[in-house]
């Protein structure tokens, strides 16, 4: 089984300033990790995965994200805010075999201060 | 190309009543999943389907949820009846692979 813990519940940062977003992860096999945005009343929308190879992964919308194996950690980067990246990230991980069960984070409300 | 469809957007019920959520997937994607997102969690998946049949509804509570994905294309979600504790937003997903899965707008069921 997975398990991923996102520890932020909120994070407040000001407009144009650097924001990582924490995700840490268990699991007892090989995964795919997946970063989703989710908008006020829409769904989630995937803004980048790491599947294997290089552990930097670009995604949309000028997010990054970094595969750190011996800390079991996925952080979310982006280097300079807008306000329209106010918005709920979750991270999520799946097995990278079989059924490709989804098990999300509890979510990190981010929020751009003016 | 058309998104996943959801209906209806909002629900309000009382407790002990019936409900259906409708999910229309994106044309071409033989799974579609069901997540229930209660307020302040990560989406949880309540039941997997791989065209017309279960893959997974290890998370579906038997007793009072169904599901069906008749003809392999959409799906409804009912509930009944309804509890409380089932107030949440229902996410309808679909893919055609295991790298990406396809969101719907999802429905906000209130429990009163």
């Known amino acids: 089984a997975q398990s991923v813990t996102q520890l932020d519940s909120q994070v407040p940062v000001f407009e144009e300033a650097p924001v990582e977003l924490r995700c840490n992860y268990s699991?007892?096999?090989?995964?795919?990790l997946f970063w989703y945005v989710q908008y006020p009343n829409q769904g989630l929308q995937l803004l980048l995965k790491?599947?294997?190879?290089?552990?930097l992964v670009k995604g949309i919308n000028g997010f990054e994200a970094e595969f750190n194996k011996s800390q079991t950690s996925f952080h979310l980067r982006k280097p300079s805010v807008h306000i329209s990246d106010t918005a709920e990230y979750f991270c999520?991980?799946?097995?990278?075999?079989?059924?490709?069960?989804?098990?999300f984070g509890t979510g990190t409300r981010l929020t751009i201060i003016p | 190309e058309a998104g996943v469809a959801q209906s209806p957007r909002y629900k309000i019920i009382e407790k002990r009543q019936s409900v259906a959520f409708w999910c229309n997937p994106i044309?071409?994607?033989?799974?579609l999943y069901w997540y229930q997102q209660i307020l302040g969690q990560g989406p949880k998946l309540l039941i997997q389907?791989?065209?017309?049949?279960?893959?997974?509804d290890s998370q579906l509570p038997k007793d009072r949820f169904s599901a069906e994905r008749l003809k392999g294309v959409d799906s409804t979600l009912k509930i009944q009846p309804a509890k409380l504790e089932d107030s949440a937003v229902y996410l309808c997903?679909?893919?055609?692979?295991?790298?990406?899965?396809?969101f719907g707008p999802g429905t906000r069921l209130t429990v009163t």
């Open positions: 044309s071409g994607h033989a799974t």
């Open positions: 999520a991980v799946s097995p990278n075999f079989g059924n490709e069960k989804l098990t």
């Open positions: 699991s007892s096999v090989s995964v795919y």
């Open positions: 997903a679909s893919s055609s692979d295991r790298y990406e899965q396809y």
């Open positions: 790491y599947l294997s190879g290089s552990t």
């Open positions: 389907f791989q065209n017309n049949g279960v893959v997974d």
